[in-house]
């Protein structure tokens, strides 16, 4: 695999028609942080999850319960923990030396958890629950992504997560509020 490529392309929109005219003739992989318009490209374009943007929904469900449901193995702590635990497989399969060990590993190892993971998912979407809007936008997020995420497990080359991306626009992001009065993009 070649250089990470970084790109940050501004636009004053969030259109999907800016993305679809951005991305035409483009083929291959694109990991993103699960925004709709990615879902409309070309069927040339495999779209691949965010698995921090899944864990981050149900980190914030968990730090909404009572310090001591906290520790409990229901609901948002559980979902965490499937995300926590498919992080740390990831951070293994890192270590591996060539393409080939890395998307071995995944097979093996991470897709039975992943499965498991959106089977639990699936399950609690149907069923009641009392913990919560953001606990029950995280299922619907982990449901929504199910297939851009397990898009991860067909090239050993692919990342679990868009931080590299998240931290190339960092400085946008944060810089956002002190132009937020700026006379014009430029």
């Not at 149900?58 to 498919?86: F, I, W």
Request: glycine share 6%; hydrophobic share 30%.
């Amino acid at each position: 695999s070649g250089p990470v490529i970084r790109q940050y392309v501004y636009h004053e929109t969030r259109k999907k028609e800016v993305v679809l005219n951005y991305l035409k003739g483009y083929e291959g992989y694109l990991q993103s942080d699960g925004y709709s318009a990615y879902h409309c490209l070309s069927p040339k374009i495999i779209e691949v999850g965010c698995m921090a943007h899944v864990r981050r929904k149900y980190y914030d469900a968990v730090m909404l319960l009572p310090e001591n449901a906290r520790k409990s193995k229901a609901g948002p702590v559980t979902g965490l923990e499937y995300c926590n635990k498919l992080i740390a497989l990831d951070q293994e399969r890192k270590k591996l030396g060539t393409v080939e060990e890395r998307k071995e590993f995944k097979e093996k190892k991470m897709k039975p958890v992943m499965k498991k993971f959106f089977d639990w998912a699936e399950k609690e979407c149907l069923s009641p629950c009392s913990d919560g809007k953001k606990y029950r936008d995280a299922l619907k997020y982990t449901t929504s992504q199910k297939e851009y995420l397990n898009n991860y497990l067909l090239d050993g080359r692919l990342e679990f997560t868009n931080n590299i991306a998240e931290r190339a626009i960092r400085p946008f992001v944060l810089g956002r509020k002190n132009w937020l009065f700026s006379g014009s993009p430029r």
